[in-house]
């Protein structure tokens, strides 16, 4: 079964930068839209970043273009720069063969369990 696995969570001062990782593993049928969510305390699940690797599409949530970079070589990457406090949170990778709303949770069969990322 299809697997991912996140890593690189952390804590850092604001300014700082992280960089977060994805394994995904186990499909056999493809992942082609691949996301990082993000869920801080008390607020809802939001997405941050998308990529479709057919055709390298990319799309960012407002809140964080320009600081945020989203990459899949052979794992799934969220560069985060000029990192401040609002971007603390747990982040999620999440994946499916193709979906039609990148924003959307629901889009996505397949989660990560999560990494915590913690900006003071």
């Known amino acids: 079964h299809v697997q991912l696995v996140e890593s690189g969570g952390g804590s850092v001062q604001a300014g700082g930068s992280l960089t977060l990782s994805c394994v995904i593993s186990?499909?056999?049928?493809?992942?082609?839209?691949m996301a990082w969510f993000r869920q801080a305390p008390g607020k809802e699940r939001e997405a941050v970043a998308s990529?479709?690797?057919?055709?390298t599409t990319i799309r960012y949530a407002d809140s964080v273009k320009g600081r945020f970079t989203i990459s899949y070589t052979n794992t799934l990457d969220l560069q985060m720069n000029s990192l401040i406090p609002e971007d603390t949170a747990m982040y999620y990778c999440?994946?499916?063969?193709?979906?039609?709303?990148?924003?959307?949770?629901?889009?996505?069969?397949?989660w990560g369990q999560g990494t915590q990322v913690t900006v003071s």
């Open positions: 990529i479709y690797t057919p055709t």
């Open positions: 999440a994946g499916d063969r193709v979906v039609s709303r990148w924003a959307e949770e629901s889009q996505y069969r397949h």
């Open positions: 186990g499909f056999n049928d493809g992942i082609y839209s």
